[in-house]
């Protein structure tokens, strides 16, 4: 496997590894990962769900996708899985740049 092969394949399974933790089983992980953003593209992760808002990425999946109510509703919980962990992360990351940053006592 060359190179940029093999960078590709890792690139790929990293994706589906975050888009799996955001699921809610086999099917939801199923439709994120064959789904794509409003933007077009492929979902990469929980930030990229939460950032559409739960209307804008509710709408990716018609009902022809989910086929069926109890779908809807899963994917309902998994929007907001992604908004739950996009907000955590988001504030993890501002607590670390404080404690890193932030003029300390002397």
Known sequence: MRGTDRA??????????RLFRVSIGTRTAELLATGTAPE??????????????????????DSSTTGNEETRL???RVYDRARVMANTVATLMIAHHQDAYDAKAL
């Open 40 to 61: 077009g593209r492929p979902f990469l992760g929980a930030a990229d769900i939460a950032q559409s808002g739960k209307k804008t990425f509710l709408a990716s999946f």
């Open 74 to 76: 899963a994917m309902e």
């Open 8 to 17: 590709d394949a890792v690139d790929g399974l990293l994706r589906l590894q």
